[in-house]
Nanobody, 118 residues
Framework: QVQLAESGGGLAQPGQSLRLSCAASETAFAISDMGWYRRTPGKEREMVAS???????NYADSVKGRFTVSRENAKNTIYLQMNNLRPEDTAVYFC????????????WGQGTQVAVSS
């Protein structure tokens, strides 16, 4: 069973930065597609950013220019650098993993809380 563990959440003021990490136990991490999602009460889960095994990235319009997703295959870890945080970024952030050799199976972490408030 693949396990994902997010870390790095916390409280930030508007305009500040946080960096989230997601460590995966997947042995085929380097070829796996990874994503960051977030969920706030009363809203649907939202894709924030994704990165393929080949390093191609995609972002939600709401975070373009402020958030950067990256991966470090040697550590089986992806990151989400969040700059210029806004109160509307407050959410629980989750990472997920899709291994192309296991189509239709998505693994999720437990989530990490990010709160942006002055």
């Amino acid at each position: 069973q693949v396990q994902l563990a997010e870390s790095g959440g916390g409280l930030a003021q508007p305009g500040q930065s946080l960096r989230l990490s997601c460590a995966a136990s997947e042995t085929a991490f380097a070829i796996s597609d990874m994503g960051w999602y977030r969920r706030t009460p009363g809203k649907e889960r939202e894709m924030v950013a994704s990165i393929t095994g080949g390093g191609r990235t995609n972002y939600a319009d709401s975070v373009k220019g402020r958030f950067t997703v990256s991966r470090e295959n040697a550590k089986n870890t992806i990151y989400l650098q969040m700059n210029n945080l806004r109160p509307e970024d407050t959410a629980v952030y989750f990472c997920n993993l899709n291994n192309p050799f296991r189509p239709g199976v998505t693994y999720w972490g437990q989530g990490t809380q990010v709160a942006v408030s002055s």
